[in-house]
């Protein structure tokens, strides 16, 4: 689709920046909500076309198109907006994360080891568990072709 320079530098310089973009299917919005100036048919087109050269991935659920840059597509707008090594999208760059504190336990009360030593040297009895209580028949399974009880 012919497009100006402008609006296709605009829409490249977006994707580089965030790494991701959205746009709603819907061909006739004047503007795409984060590109200024630039319809959203634009966008859809511009990002069809860096998905037909497998520069993006795309994604599309409910009436939303979703690009994802590829390493590929990373160099190419790279080359094409003239941009140095150092500068990348911000979906590549590592999250800078809050120093976490060592794990430190909660202070608990005096352990007692007695309430698990009598529980583990009680007597057991035999009657708990299955099969220790004799069975007056067979009942089969609702549906499984069981006559009636007896």
């Not at 511009?46 to 939303?64: G, M, N």
């Not at 990373?74 to 760059?93: F, G, Q």
């Not at 057991?124 to 220790?132: S, Y």
Request: aromatic letters at 10%; charged letters at 30%.
């Amino acid at each position: 689709m012919l497009m100006p320079t402008k609006n296709r530098k605009a829409i490249y310089e977006y994707l580089f920046k965030e790494g991701v973009c959205v746009a709603k299917k819907d061909y006739n919005l004047k503007t795409h909500p984060n590109i200024p100036n630039v319809t959203n048919l634009e966008v859809i087109k511009a990002c069809k076309s860096l998905a037909s050269r497998e520069y993006v991935k795309e994604q599309f659920a409910w009436r939303h198109h979703y690009w994802y840059l590829t390493n590929e597509g990373i160099d190419y707008l790279r080359e094409y907006l003239h941009l140095p090594a150092e500068i990348v999208p911000s979906t590549v760059k590592a999250k800078q994360r809050e120093p976490r504190l060592g794990f430190e336990r909660m202070p608990r009360g005096p352990k007692v080891e007695s309430d698990r030593d009598a529980y583990r040297t009680a007597e057991k009895v035999t009657e708990a568990g299955p099969g220790a209580a004799p069975v007056s028949g067979y009942r089969g399974g609702y549906g499984r072709g069981a006559g009636a009880l007896q």
